[in-house]
C-alpha cells in the first residue's frame, strides 16, 4: 500500500465527510489573473424565486370596500376641517369687526359733548354760514358720517325705549301712543349700536 492511500478508502480520493472548500476570490493567488465566474457561483448568488399567491374575488372586493371606506372617512375629515377653519375665520373677523366698532364707540362717545355744544350754538343762531366755528361743526360731523354714526330720535317720532330715555311725560289727549315731544339731548347710533339714547319729553296718552 502506498504512503499516500487513505486506508479506510483503498484510494486517493478524499471522504464523502469531508468539508468542500471553494475558491471564491476573482484574482488567482498564483496567477494574477481574473477568474471568470463560474455556473456554481451564479447558482449561488441568485435571488430566491419569489411566490406569488392569487387571491380570491372575495378577498380583492373586501380589499376595494375597506380601501373606498378609507378615501371616503379621509375625505369627510378634509371637508369637517375645511369648515371648521371657515367657521373659525369668520369668527375671527367678526370678533375684529367688533373691536373695531367698540374702539370707534368710545372715541366718539368721548366727543359727544363738543357735538352736543355745537348742535347748542347752531340752535341759538350762533354758527355762521362760512364762520369758522361753522367750518369745524361741518367737518367734525362728516367725519362721524363716514363712520355711520347717525342721531336718533327726531320730535314726532314713537317712543321706542330701545333708542329714547323719557325725561318727562306730558298727558296729551291728541296721541294714542308714546310720542316724543321735543328731543332735550340727542341719541347716536353707531351701525347698529347704541352709543347714547336721546333724552326725550313723551307725550303720553290722556286717560
Known sequence: MA?????????????????VIRDKRRIDPE?????EPSEEADDESAPEEVVEHDISDADQALLDQAATDLVAEMRTDMLRAQAELVNFRQRVERDRQ????????????????????LAR????GD???????????????????KYG???V?????PFDPAFHEAVVQLPNPDVTV??????????????ERLVRPAKVAVFVPAE
Open 178 to 191: 308714546n310720542t316724543i315731544a321735543d328731543v332735550i339731548e340727542p341719541g347716536y347710533l353707531l351701525g
Open 127 to 145: 354758527l355762521v354760514e362760512g364762520a369758522p366755528l361753522t367750518i369745524v361743526a361741518q367737518k367734525i360731523r362728516s367725519a362721524f358720517e
Open 31 to 35: 496567477t494574477g489573473d481574473v477568474r
Open 98 to 117: 367688533a373691536n373695531r366698532d367698540a374702539v370707534i364707540s368710545e372715541v366718539i362717545r368721548s366727543l359727544l359733548p363738543a357735538m352736543d355744544d
Open 149 to 151: 354714526l347717525k342721531q
Open 153 to 157: 330720535g327726531e320730535k314726532g317720532d
Open 3 to 19: 504512503d499516500n492511500e487513505n486506508p479506510s478508502t483503498g484510494s486517493g480520493q478524499a471522504p464523502d465527510d469531508e468539508p
Open 121 to 124: 350754538a347752531e340752535a341759538h
